[in-house]
């Protein structure tokens, strides 16, 4: 997926995602959990993951997936859980690094926005 073109180390956005970023999850580990306090997104760059909740069906993830993105726009509790099914690896984004990412490449904001438009018919609301 053309998302992961970002994080190579030659474009110029790749400079938002600092080493301290990436997040090693074991197979069969969470990258987080549902009602688990959230304020970043997440792109999977290595493994598969899936995410699941109560209210949805489990919806595979393989690289180039964002998850979490419903944090940057409505920190709060996580309307669901993310876990890897074999070793993955998960770049943070935060919500300045979000700003900075979206100001030099407008077409990551509107991924992102699609990934929330598909997602959020399955999100409980509360």
Not at 10 to 37: N, Q, R, T, W, Y
Request: with cysteine.
């Amino acid at each position: 997926m053309w998302i992961l073109s970002l994080l190579k180390p030659d474009p110029p956005l790749a400079s938002h995602f600092m080493p301290g970023k990436i997040h090693h999850v074991p197979a069969g580990c969470a990258l987080f959990e549902e009602g688990d306090a959230g304020d970043t997104m997440y792109i999977l760059t290595h493994g598969s993951a899936e995410i699941s909740s109560p209210a949805r069906a489990v919806e595979p993830l393989g690289p180039g997936a964002i998850v979490g993105e419903l944090s940057l726009v409505a920190p709060g509790p996580r309307p669901a859980t993310v876990k890897a099914r074999q070793d993955c690896e998960f770049v943070a984004v935060d919500a300045r690094s979000f700003q900075d990412i979206v100001r030099d490449n407008p077409a990551f904001a509107l991924e992102v926005m699609r990934s929330l438009a598909r997602r959020l018919p399955a999100t409980p609301q509360g």
